[in-house]
């Protein structure tokens, strides 16, 4: 180490490997420095100051990653699917589920009779999943209430989980998920609803972080979506949108257009959507999880995207109904086996593309000078090992903001 100047910090890391997934790319014999909650130095122990700190953890080779991200999930819900999932295994497709009363729908139910506690303590166990692989930092929507008091309830009962745990929630308003039963053939009624009083008190209320929606046949129209997207930033919030999925509805070209910050699932993409995301910097969140549940045969077009500059995350995108995955390590395993993702892609996807795919960039998802201090250390070779094993978590420690 430099020892011209000695520096104080909280905790030093050495001996370590890192993958900051920033442009230094991979440290051997790395150090990481925290003050503050902060990162105040990464890179290899040869070109580091001199720090006096209160405590030294020698890493013993192991790999250091950025925290890992989630950056589309439902987690908070009531009650489960699984008779569902019988059904489609019988033969039904999530479109005659949806139509015959059940999908989101039923969901909603038991979720509308579910209090804030309830919905907290559900959730928890879901939660404790993610974190033990690894996740400090989460996206949870709304979108089983579909009323103004209980989307209202979801988002509280997310907030409320980022203070049960040490991660950070950042939240998404869902109001326009499926129609509720009160709105029954009044579709335009109810997006009405939504963009005069569910987005305005979840923005009063500083309860929502975005503002998303479901853009396909069995969901939203393009031009009821823009009217939600309208509404969003009128009231300053970002947008995304689940695009794409079982149809192409042109969902992802709209986001595109609003400056989205992300557009999901993305099966059915056709070029023009493809084109329209690049040029507005909308992140491509992949959803392995839904795509092999609910045993789709169209992938999201991968070369293209690539191709194309599109930053591509992966979530878990945890669900009753399609995707009732807690494991995101399993998620990049799902993303390079279905989708052909490279191990590097994988990474990259529940870091640095997750993070830019909730606006966060700035805060989390490289290992960064200035960033929060957001580490998963790994007891492994190499990180391809990450996405190759499945079944097994080889995380040796979580740091949250040192914690």
Known sequence: MNSESVLSCDRLWQNARLATMAASGVVEDGVIACQDSQIVYVGSRTEAPAFRAAEVVDCARRWITPGLIDCHTHLVHASDRAHEFELRLAGASYEEIALAGGGIVSTMK????????????????RLDALIAEGVTTIEIKSGYGLSLDDELKMLRAARRLGEARGVMVKTSLLAAHALPPEFAGDADGYVAHICDAIIP??????????????CESIGFTPAQIERVFQAAKAHDLPVKLHAEQLSNSHGAALAARYGALSADHLEHLDD?????????????VLLPGAYYFTRETLPPPIAKLRAAGVPMALATDCNPGTSPLSSLLLAMNLG????????????????????????????????????????????????AELVYRIGANPL????????
Do not use: Y
């Open 110 to 125: 038991a979720t509308r009779a579910a209090s804030e506690a309830e919905l907290v303590e559900a959730a928890v166990p």
């Open 201 to 214: 008190a979840a923005a009063r209320a500083g309860l929502a972080d975005a503002v998303d929606g479901f």
């Open 272 to 284: 023009a959507g493809v084109a329209a995301m690049a040029c507005a910097g909308t992140v491509a």
């Open 336 to 383: 390079a086996t279905l989708f052909r993702l490279t191990v590097e892609e994988c990474l990259a996807g529940i870091t640095r593309e997750a993070a830019r795919a909730l606006g966060i960039l700035d805060q989390v998802g490289t290992l960064e000078v200035g960033k929060s201090c957001d580490l998963a250390i790994w007891d492994i070779e190499r990180p």
């Open 396 to 403: 040796h420690q979580r740091v949250w903001r040192r914690h």
